[in-house]
């Protein structure tokens, strides 16, 4: 079974940065999809970045896009997530996920079949 733990969380003020890291505990090659989600309370968890390991293809969501980068460490079996001019509307749980189908989609939650336990992210004005 995949395992999936996510570091780097943390607190930060408006504006910061910080790196999210996700480790794989075993390479399974199956699994070319990895992204990153994210749920603050009382909302839904919200797909925000993914990464497709055979083509190094990403996606972002809008909320994102050119603030976040997504990368995978292939040695190291390790995907980031880049997150700059952090705003209080991103602070949430974030979360690793993975699945081995075709097409990986940030939009298709109910692909990913392994899942991290999340790494919290708080942003202060």
């Known amino acids: 079974q995949v395992q999936l733990v996510e570091s780097g969380g943390g607190s930060v003020q408006a504006g910061g940065s910080l790196r999210l890291s996700c480790s794989v505990s075993?390479?399974?090659?199956?699994?070319?999809?990895m992204a990153w989600f994210r749920q603050a309370p009382g909302k839904e968890r919200e797909g925000i970045a993914s990464?497709?390991?055979?083509?190094?293809?990403?996606r972002y969501a809008d909320s994102v896009k050119g603030r976040f980068t997504i990368s995978k460490d292939s040695v190291k079996n390790i995907l980031y997530l880049q997150m700059n001019s952090l705003r209080p509307e991103d602070s949430a749980g974030y979360y690793c996920?993975?699945?081995?189908?075709?097409?990986?989609?940030?939009?298709?939650?109910?692909?990913?079949?392994?899942w991290g336990r999340g790494t919290e992210v708080a942003v202060s004005m």
């Open positions: 996920a993975a699945h081995g189908r075709i097409g990986c989609y940030i939009e298709r939650e109910s692909d990913y079949t392994s």
């Open positions: 075993r390479h399974v090659l199956s699994h070319d999809c």
């Open positions: 990464f497709e390991s055979h083509n190094g293809a990403t």
